[in-house]
């Protein structure tokens, strides 16, 4: 009997006056990005932000979390000045965080510490 793989759960939260487009390309970068993880991804969250600034730009925010299987929680943030910029550096920096978890203790299975010996 063969499992179905199962993807995560993605979430995207949206502040601010976001294109249509800009959310489907943060969303599909996301999903790119969760398939280079050292385990499988759980959960992921975006947030996409953008706001009016007083000088006539609009700065993006763009901010990630990815809780892989045995509850590892990787994280970033990037302000940039297109959305697009933010999204690519976000992808980028999360995928970094994600290879340098790969051969480190911090992503071994964790025992419940009533088990540990």
Avoid: K, N
């Amino acid at each position: 009997m063969s499992e179905l793989a199962v993807g995560p759960s993605i979430t995207e939260i949206i502040d601010g006056p976001v294109a249509a487009v800009d959310r489907v390309y943060a969303f599909d970068r996301v999903r790119d990005a969760c398939r280079a993880t050292p385990r499988p991804v759980r959960r992921a969250r975006t947030r996409l932000f953008t706001q009016p600034h007083p000088t006539g730009r609009w700065p993006a925010i763009a901010e990630g979390t990815l809780i892989l299987e045995g509850g590892v929680i990787v994280c970033a943030g990037v302000v940039a000045s297109t959305l697009r910029e933010a999204i690519d550096q976000l992808t980028a920096r999360l995928r970094r965080r994600l290879l340098a978890l790969e051969g480190t203790s911090s992503v071994r299975q964790r025992r419940p510490a009533a088990l540990a010996g």
